[in-house]
């Protein structure tokens, strides 16, 4: 072989993988949408946890377009159209129902994974849990109709609270199970109950000032992702007023609240990161059943229990 055809033939070799490089598919595209913001947001481990499990790795093999509607409802449409137009592959619709009708509205041809706390089948948004149908599947959180609980477990950490405030966003879709629920616990136990509303940053200083004026012994915050967002307000103002208080994610417990109780986010976003890599992986949403939280946690802050003078021991481990 004379010498130019031996150096065409090495040149046409080390174009080989260059030609198999440029025919490899895109890296897919997870849309992120979520009411809550960046900030603080650990359970994101979760997901990722998840994503890892079936072989994905944010950054090499997979790409999230995050985004965050900072506690404003009204700003889903415009995400999601945004999610839409960039032709995501799936989109992971978090944290509230809101967020998943908005994406099922938008389009019937991206798969949608769902993480919320809403009953999907009451809010239309799977016609059952084994056989979702349609491109939605996703975690039901049990959030709305854990409010009886947190209660009793107020209850117990606060007793000679006879009168008990209760914060409820009533723009939430699930305001009204919360209240039947807060209303049944509240009488199983025979407490009186004051329920004050916030719907945005600018209420929580006056629900405060009523909570001084009515002088109630305790306070459950309803569970609502709009509060989680704003969880370092709120604990604020909580300390700021002394008031014993329970929440529903330990994050809260983690910014100063004194308790929570309610399903482990970081668990919850782990499977719903599992469906998600599932789907990228050909799966079909309605051929996914939707997933119930099983863990439950409990968790106390000692230290704001000790400012409150709260003498709280907790259980021996075993």
């Known amino acids: 072989m004379r010498r130019r055809e031996f150096i065409a033939a090495l040149g046409g070799a080390a174009a080989w993988p260059l030609a198999a490089r440029a025919q490899q598919p895109p890296m897919p595209v997870i849309g992120y949408l979520s009411l809550s913001s960046p900030v603080g947001a650990t359970y994101l481990d979760g997901l990722r946890q998840g994503l890892n499990e079936t072989g994905y790795i944010e950054g090499q093999n997979v790409a999230i377009e995050y985004r965050w509607a900072e506690g404003h409802y009204d700003r889903y449409p415009a995400l999601v159209a945004e999610l839409v137009g960039r032709q995501v592959n799936v989109i992971l619709a978090a944290g509230t129902v809101q ?9 019937a041809t991206i798969p ?10 009451k809010f239309g948004l799977v016609a ?4 979702p149908g349609g491109n939605l599947t996703g975690v039901s959180f049990f959030t709305a109709i854990l409010e009886a609980k947190r209660l009793e477990l107020l209850h117990e950490l606060v007793p000679s609270a006879a009168t008990i405030a209760c914060l409820v966003n009533p723009n939430n879709p699930n305001a009204e199970t919360q209240l039947k629920d807060i209303d049944q616990g509240a009488r199983a136990l ?3 109950i004051k329920i004050l509303n916030a719907s945005s940053e600018r209420d929580f200083d006056k629900v405060f000032e009523a909570l001084d004026q009515q002088q109630t012994g305790a306070l459950l915050i309803a569970s609502d992702l709009a509060f ?8 604020a103002l909580v300390a700021r007023h002394a008031v014993p208080a329970i929440y529903e994610w330990r994050e809260f417990v983690e910014a100063g609240g004194l ?5 482990s986010l970081t668990e919850a976003y782990r499977q719903a990161g599992v469906y998600v890599g599932k789907i990228l992986k050909g799966a079909k949403p309605a051929e996914l ?21 709260l003498d709280y021991q907790p259980a021996p481990t075993r």
């Open 259 to 263: 308790a929570s109780y309610g399903t």
């Open 112 to 121: 949608i994974v769902f993480a919320n706390g809403s009953d999907p089948i």
């Open 289 to 309: 059943p939707v997933i119930q939280s099983t863990k439950f946690e409990f968790v106390i802050n000692l230290k704001t229990a000790k400012t409150l003078g």
């Open 128 to 131: 059952s849990l084994n056989r």
């Open 99 to 107: 967020s998943a009708l908005v994406a099922k509205a938008a389009t």
């Open 228 to 235: 989680l967002a704003r969880r370092q307000q709120i604990t």
């Open 190 to 192: 025979r407490l009186r």
